[in-house]
């Protein structure tokens, strides 16, 4: 029925092109609903959308550097244009992360990982609020990680970026429920994306993450997609401001 389907809503999803990115834009485009993505690299961007026009899908894209405000302010200028000045739902996935111990960051590694991950995401809600709130039903998901909610080595910078978006879900979903649009967070772990490829081909780190991860392997891209499809859907109308882990019970794990 109706409330298990995206038919007729339209998509924003952030960073499309590989990953966890990827795997949300097919979804949602699967539940019905036309997408629009953007990344960096503009033949990666073509090769994708070529692809999904060639399985039938509604998937348009342009090129934005999600770090800069003036890519930002154009890109919603264009998805305005094409949905009509209305949009259902926002991914905010793109994101990235340097890793080092805390002592040796630089001022540019900060701005790097907090313009991409945080900046990004906060700007990208303010530019589309008019557009969320048009639609009459909006539905913000944000891509933070269990980084966010306890130690996992994977660098500072990249886990206070995680965490502010933890608590941007929790406000917007109070100050936007009035205007019927909702708020919600997924936390992956280790998730078979390039971001963590170098990590993953690693077998002695993979043994580490498996011995603390309850579901002794790492995430599929598609794991993560569907629980960012379900918190879009009419089914989950009254789940706001919240942030799941997709994390094969790692968040959990105490001893045994
Ligand atoms: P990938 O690096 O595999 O893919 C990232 C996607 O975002 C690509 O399409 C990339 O294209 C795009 N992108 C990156 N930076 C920008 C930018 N500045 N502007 C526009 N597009 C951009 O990453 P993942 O799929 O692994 O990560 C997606 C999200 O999931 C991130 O927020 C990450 O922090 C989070 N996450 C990932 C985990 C994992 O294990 N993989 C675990 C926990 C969280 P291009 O480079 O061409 O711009």
């Given at each position: ?44 961007l ?16 342009s ?19 094409t ?15 340097v ?58 910078i ?11 879900t ?44 309850p ?36 968040t ?5």
């Open positions: 029925g109706s409330r298990w389907s995206l038919k007729g809503t339209t998509a924003l999803v952030t960073g499309g092109t590989r990953g966890i990115g990827h795997a949300v834009v097919e979804e949602l485009a699967e539940f019905g609903a036309t997408v629009y993505t953007c990344s960096r690299n503009e033949e990666e073509n090769k994708c959308l070529n692809e999904w026009k060639d399985k039938g899908f509604s998937i348009y894209g090129v934005c550097n999600a770090s800069s405000p003036s890519q930002r302010k154009e890109l919603i200028q264009q998805v305005s244009s949905f009509n000045g209305k949009l259902n739902i926002l991914v905010n996935n793109a994101g990235t992360n890793r080092k111990p805390t002592i040796e960051f630089t001022s540019e590694d900060y701005s790097k990982v907090m313009n991409t991950n945080l900046d990004s995401a906060f700007h990208l809600c303010q530019l589309t609020y008019p557009l969320l709130k048009e639609s009459g039903n909006g539905s913000i998901v944000f891509i933070s990680s269990v980084a966010s909610l306890t130690c996992v080595g994977s660098a500072t990249y886990a206070l970026s995680k965490a502010a978006i933890n608590q941007l929790k406000n917007l979903a109070c100050e936007w429920a009035k205007d019927n649009i909702r708020s919600n967070c997924v936390a992956p772990w280790y998730t078979k994306t390039s971001l963590v490829k170098d990590f993953i081909a690693n077998k002695e780190f993979v043994n580490e993450i498996l011995s603390r991860t579901i002794q392997r790492i995430a599929e891209t598609n794991e993560v997609s569907s629980l960012v499809t379900f918190l879009c859907l009419p089914a989950a109308s009254y789940i706001t401001g919240q942030t799941v882990s997709v994390d094969g019970g790692f959990v794990n105490g001893f045994q």
